[in-house]
């Protein structure tokens, strides 16, 4: 089994390093590291999910992983990788958000034992801290000239009529601080981040080092993308939760098993901790055979379990071979609503079912077909489906024998248009 330096370096999750050892030295030394997380949300997202990992993989080879929550700096925002100042958050609103985000975090990580992961919230040594003591004890470290230099900063005031706020360029100071008193409080000595961080990553270094005269490291990991460029974890129907109630763990499992040929290699080694053989293996099945999407749905199988588990893993499975298959009758209700969450939805009365619901009028009061004339048209040439059974016959009729999970029943015109029909 390869060491954890073999391992970064295979999966390509080496960006930048702030000496060049530093890889070999994670596997010589024992060390604490953090990453940090912002709580704008209740629920991390699958932007989240490497660095996640990485902790996950630092822990797994030895060294203690520390999962630091902004409460405090998620108040400010971070001005990397954003193009316009973010609105800020109330007290009450990061404090909801952090108890949204601890039990994901614990998925991933073992916070039992004495070397066991730390979850700390920035807010607990930040807020006390006064202005004064602020500018004594961080500010006069830095110049002006170092900040504006950071790419982070320099990106936005060369964007014409953004320019940055006093507040979020003085974030990088507040994450310095953040690294100098986790260096303090537990010995921690790395910080890992995506390589927007690398300016804010750098400030701890310098500080730790001028303030402690000690050796402190960073590490980032490349910025996940989408095969064409564009950035990773959007949807059209927006941002891919980690949280159940917001993004389900069929949908969450549809959004991987949609990646492309080009990416899917890349997000094996990022958000799987597949062997590298199993790995190889998926990557000359993609190149050979793409057309069974094996990798895509090995990776599905593989995120959806790291983040939802086992069980939640299986359903997705279950119900996407049934949306794809002959019939969806052997799905059960939180299955089937996870399946057709997106889908539109109509109630009728349970008593139309008692002489039976005719299938074309069904197919037109749910709005899949304009007309009766052309409902039958679609029966007739094959294009209608009770519960992904294709019917023919003109004089279908819906009744208590096609309920599914005892009140459903979906419909479907062609290939992808469905309704899903309640009937209370």
């Known amino acids: 089994m390869p060491g954890l330096a073999a391992d970064l370096e295979f999966r390509g999750l080496v960006h930048q390093v702030s000496e060049p050892d530093l890889v070999t030295r994670l596997e010589r030394d024992r060390l604490v590291a953090y990453s940090g997380f912002d709580p ?33 700096t998620g108040l400010i925002g971070d001005p990397g990788g954003k193009s316009e100042e973010r609105n800020l958050l109330s007290d009450g609103e990061v404090e909801a ?40 004890d961080v500010g006069k470290h830095f110049t002006v000239n170092q900040m504006v230099a950071k790419e982070s900063v320099r990106a936005r005031l060369e964007r014409e009529g953004a320019g940055i706020s006093y507040t979020e360029f003085s ?35 310098d500080l730790i080092r001028r303030v402690r005269h000690e050796a402190a490291w960073g590490l980032t990991t490349p910025l996940v993308l989408k095969a064409d460029g564009t950035k990773f974890g959007k949807t059209e129907s927006g941002t891919v939760w980690l949280d159940a109630g917001r993004t389900s763990p069929y949908q969450l499992y549809q959004f991987f098993l949609r990646t492309e040929d080009e990416a899917v290699g ?17 990557d000359r099945l993609t190149e050979e055979h793409p057309e069974r999407r094996e990798a ?32 969806v009758t052997g799905l059960d209700e939180a299955a089937l609503l996870e399946v057709f969450a997106d889908a539109p939805a109509t109630t009728l009365s349970r008593a ?73």
């Open 266 to 282: 890349t997000y094996l080694r990022y958000f799987t901790f597949l062997p590298h053989e199993r790995i190889l293996e998926l």
């Open 296 to 327: 895509a749905r090995a990776l599905a199988r593989e995120v959806v379990t790291l983040v939802h588990g086992e069980k939640a893993t299986s359903r997705a499975e279950q119900a996407a071979a049934a949306l794809f298959g002959e019939s």
């Open 171 to 205: 974030y990088m100071l507040l994450q310095a601080a953040d690294f100098l008193h986790l260096f303090d409080a537990y010995g921690c000595r790395l910080q890992l981040g995506g390589s927007d961080q690398w300016g804010n990553i750098t400030a701890g270094i």
């Open 352 to 424: 139309r079912l008692a002489e039976g619901a005719g299938l074309v009028d069904l197919l037109v009061e749910t709005g899949l077909v304009p007309t009766k004339s052309r409902a039958r048209a679609v029966v007739e040439q094959g294009g209608a489906y009770v519960n992904n059974a294709p019917s023919r016959d003109l004089d279908r009729r819906v009744d208590d024998r096609d309920l599914v999970a005892g009140r459903y029943v979906v419909l479907r015109r062609g290939r992808r248009e469905y309704h899903l029909v309640r009937f209370e």
């Open 97 to 136: 958000n952090l108890e949204g985000i601890r039990p994901q975090l614990e998925r991933f990580l073992d916070f039992s034992g004495a070397r066991g992961a730390l979850l700390v919230n920035n807010a607990d040594w930040l807020r006390p801290l006064s202005l004064f003591d602020f500018l004594r």
């Open 40 to 72: 704008s949300a209740d629920s991390l997202h699958v932007g989240h999910l490497l660095q996640l990992c990485d902790l996950r993989r630092l822990q797994e080879a030895g060294h203690r992983p520390i999962a630091l929550a902004g409460g405090a």
